[in-house]
């Protein structure tokens, strides 16, 4: 009896063994599955979506209906060399655009891509209404019928996959005025972010305000703290690589302002950076506008770098003076 009972046990324990390795097995399989998923959604090199063709067409003659008519007639929805041939085939520039050698079935690299569309352009884009644009994604912010990409450079407005553009890395877009057609690639150089205002800095992560917004970057770059300061942040890769601080202010009473020059007392007119930004440095610190720096008696700052100004730093509340009038 004890034999048989001891028999059970072993079976017992044997078959939730091997239930836990069934288990782990199938956790492995599913995790390496939705990594695979994961990869999937960054940009693609290895192909191209026709939808992301349709927008990188929408410059010409044919509208998004006549080029949304023409992909329905192939099965698959990347481009291959045979969807490339009729392509060139319906512009009328099969005689004069050079392509690499592939076959029929074969998926267009984004490089291929990219080296057939650039002569597409020099044929077609008369106007030059197609820009190539390198910039650093900031922040995407998805909606239902298309995505905004934040970046150095403004927003862009795109209907491309928000998963295509990784926040903190740069990219070479196709971009038609405020509109991202498509993209060319990765870039891997540096990028600057312009006159953001550092609120906390550490040796391993900054928080800063930029273009309206605020931000927490981890690093492991930096040899020291900074304190709260106008600063560039450059990034590389999606890594901070240095903090270019500027100390030096200069104080005055604004008196006017265009596009172009800052007109302030004592200093004349001088030159400034386009987009100046202004800095709430008191309470709770913020970006205003420069709507706000209307007051003589305002306690301003302006930061300075390079013989323009860079940033206004309000420092104090506008001081409201009361006067009597005097009734006769």
Known sequence: MGK???KRGVKAYIAIVCLVLLLAAGALAFGYRDRQLREQETLPEEWVELAEIKEELSFGVYGQEDWNSFFETFSGDR???EILG???AKLQLSDYI???VMRESQKVSREDWNYVYG????LLDMEYAVTKTEFLVVDVMEAENQNVI????GDFCTVLPASYFKQWNGYEGYCVENRCIGVAGTLKKEFTLDNTYLTDCTKDSVDFLYAGAVYHKETASLTEGVSPCVCDIVLADGRI???RVKQETIEGELLSYDDETIEIKGYGKLSHTGKLPVYQTYGEVSEKSISDVTLGNMNVEYVTGEKQVCAILIREPAVIREI???HR
């Open 324 to 326: 009597r009038v005097q």
């Open 98 to 100: 050079e392509i690499p």
């Open 79 to 81: 481009l291959t060399g």
């Open 86 to 88: 009729e392509l060139l």
């Open 4 to 6: 048989r009972t001891k």
């Open 150 to 153: 934040m970046t150095n450079k």
């Open 119 to 122: 002569q597409i352009l020099d």
């Open 241 to 243: 690589t240095a903090l």
